[in-house]
Every structure is written in structure tokens, then in C-alpha cells.
């Protein structure tokens, strides 16, 4: 036995422990709203931020010790004050920012929330459907991605189709297929006015979330949000089909991009949106984001796909290959990938 590797080893899981302690007391912050309460406040003591936030002085007390250690907060002995730095708060504190990590932590309590369910599927190789996760996950998943669609979908993603600015801007009918919370809805309906919008997700309650977005958002007469079937409710004529961080997901990819192909326009165009990945996984080892989308479709993706029939399970590590071959076996003749960034592979397919 190599002793250095052993010790090496030995560190590196007791990092990872330690951060998942740690990652516990962050969605503990972002719960109560600790963070967003010292989020430009200066330097706090216990007492003063109890007093802001009604919460126990004591337990709080010891949360920023825990954040302080960390090297989360910053802390002054002399005083006794622990301040949130603006650059942390970013991370923390605030939705709107592309370096916001906070729905990343509450989807992980969720996940943890789910552990002896997924346990149990391990054990009998039965599926684990979305719907049955803690509400957490929903609203967790739909914080991690809104600031990287805000920042990707309407200046990346939708240029880099051939064609498909231009037409949105002229008024196109768009469906977006496993829609959630409807953030990629919403941010395209803002966009292109001219254009009307169609969001479907089997998940009623995400629906639900998704229409009282649009209301706020002042889109809601040219977005429109209803619970239905990827592989069935898909009518058309579209011109523009999309399919975020969703296509792998399912139990039946094949079905439901056939369905989108026969529902698309003549001159239509398919948008599949999908993790960054390689398709040797040789080739990402070692990668950070492919060591969170693994966990994530550890817990969530392959989970949900085997839920269901033929629960062919893509994960979300597919590559751009195997999605290749799903798009062909649903007959769309001309795939590409248009765009691919350290975060996501974007897909445009025609019939």
C-alpha cells in the first residue's frame, strides 16, 4: 500500500465531509435569510443581527462562529462584529448574480432529503420520479439555472441557430418541453414580444410556479404554461422547439423528440440544451462540472428516467454522440452542435 496516496486520499475525503457540513450550514443562512440580512449591513454582532432577523441569539451565535472559521464571514475580535464581504454576498445572497451558488445548496439538501429512497432504487432498480422529491428541489433547481439562462439563452444560445433571432423577432410560436418554473419561457416571451410562447412539464406544482412568474413578469398573454406529456401533447405547427436541461430527463427521449419533430414547422428548428459532457468519460475526469452534474443525475436524472418506460436513463453526462443518435432515431436529419461551453452543449436539429 502506497502510504502517501492513502493520506492523500484520506485528506480529500475529509475535505469533502467537511464541506458537506459546511454546504448544510449554508442552506441554513439562505433558509432564514441571514445572508441576505447582513448583505450590505457592515460588521454585526449576535445580538444586532438577532435583532435584524428575530432569530436566537445564541444559535446564531454559534452559525458565525461556524461562518467565520470558514472563511465565509468576515470577523473582528476587537468588536466582535462578523460581516458578510460584498464578493461573498454575490455567491450567497443574491439570485440575479451568475455567481450565485445558493440553489445549488438547497437542491443538495434535497437531494440529501431523498437519500434512502434512491438507496432503495439502487437495491431493486425501480425509478424514482421527480414529483416525489422535496419541494426543495424544484425551487433549488430553478435558482441554480436562472442566472446562467439569463446570461446564455437570449445573447448565446438562441444566436448561434441559424436563423431562429431573426424569425422570433418577426413573431414565431415556440414551445419549450419540460419547461419547470418557466424561466427559459418567460426570458424568451421578454425578449422577442412579436413571438408567442408554450411551456409543458408533467409536474403540476412547477406549472403552477410558472404561471404566477409570467403574471409578475408581464408576459403572461404571449406565455402560456399547461401540465402535459412531452411524448404526446406536442401540436404544432412550431417554429421553434426547445428542450432545456430536460431531453435527459426523461424515460422516453426518443418518443418525445420524434413527437417534437412531427410537431415542428416545415422550416422548423429543434433547440436541445444539455450539460456540458464528453462522450469518453476518460475525457472528464477530474472536471468540477462534471463532478456535479454526475451527483446531480446520480440523484435526480437517472432516478427520474427509470421512472418510467422504456427508462432508457441518458443521464445527464450523455455526450453529444449518444444525443447525436437519439435526435437521428427520432428523425431529424441534420444535427449539430452550434455552441459548447464549459457549463452546456447546445444542439440544433432539423427534420
Known amino acids: ?22 454546504s448544510l450550514s449554508n442552506y441554513l443562512g439562505d433558509l432564514l435569510g441571514i445572508f441576505r440580512a447582513m448583505t450590505g449591513a457592515g460588521p454585526l ?11 436566537s441569539e445564541r ?50 439538501a434535497a437531494a440529501w432529503l431523498a437519500v ?5 432504487a439502487f437495491r431493486t432498480g425501480e425509478g424514482f420520479g421527480w414529483h416525489r422529491h422535496d419541494a426543495r428541489l424544484f425551487t433549488g433547481v430553478a435558482r441554480f439555472f436562472g442566472p446562467l439562462y439569463r446570461m446564455s439563452l437570449v445573447d448565446q444560445w438562441l444566436p448561434a441557430l ?3 433571432v431573426d424569425r422570433l423577432r418577426a413573431g414565431a410560436h415556440v414551445l419549450d418541453v419540460g419547461c419547470g418554473h418557466g424561466i427559459s419561457t418567460i426570458l424568451m416571451a421578454e425578449a422577442f414580444p412579436a413571438s408567442r410562447f408554450e411551456g409543458i412539464d408533467y409536474h403540476e406544482a412547477s406549472i403552477e410556479a410558472a404561471r404566477q412568474a409570467a403574471i409578475k413578469a408581464g408576459v403572461d398573454s404571449r406565455a402560456h404554461f399547461h401540465v402535459g406529456d412531452a411524448t404526446e401533447d406536442a401540436t404544432g405547427p412550431w417554429d421553434l422547439i426547445c428542450f432545456f436541461d430536460a431531453l435527459h430527463d426523461m424515460s422516453d427521449p426518443v418518443t418525445a423528440a420524434r413527437r ?25 475526469i477530474g472536471n468540477p462540472v462534471s463532478m456535479s452534474y454526475y451527483a446531480a443525475s446520480t440523484f435526480m436524472c437517472v432516478p427520474h428516467s427509470l421512472s418510467g418506460e ?17 435526435l437521428a432515431q427520432a428523425g ?9 461551453t464549459e457549463y452546456n452543449l447546445v444542439i440544433e436539429a432539423r427534420p
Open 1 to 22: 500500500m502506497d502510504l502517501t496516496k492513502l493520506e492523500a486520499f484520506h485528506t480529500q475525503i475529509a475535505q469533502e465531509a467537511l464541506g458537506a457540513s459546511l
Open 45 to 55: 454582532t449576535g445580538a444586532e443581527l438577532a435583532e435584524r432577523t428575530g432569530l
Open 59 to 108: 444559535y446564531l451565535r454559534e452559525w458565525l462562529s461556524t461562518q467565520a472559521v470558514a472563511g465565509h464571514l468576515d470577523y473582528d475580535p476587537a468588536t466582535g462584529g462578523f460581516e458578510l464581504p460584498a464578493e461573498h454576498a454575490a455567491v450567497l445572497a443574491d439570485d440575479e448574480a451568475i455567481t450565485s451558488r445558493s440553489g445549488q445548496i438547497e437542491a443538495t
Open 116 to 120: 434512502d429512497g434512491i438507496a432503495r
Open 162 to 164: 441559424d436563423g431562429v
Open 260 to 284: 417534437a419533430r412531427e410537431s415542428l414547422a416545415e422550416d422548423g428548428t429543434l433547440l436541445l440544451v444539455e450539460p456540458a459532457a464528453a462522450d469518453r468519460l476518460e475525457d472528464r
Open 310 to 326: 422504456p427508462g432508457l436513463a441518458l443521464g445527464a453526462q450523455a455526450g453529444a454522440d449518444r444525443l447525436g443518435q437519439v
Open 332 to 340: 431529424f436529419g441534420r444535427v449539430r452542435v452550434a455552441l459548447a
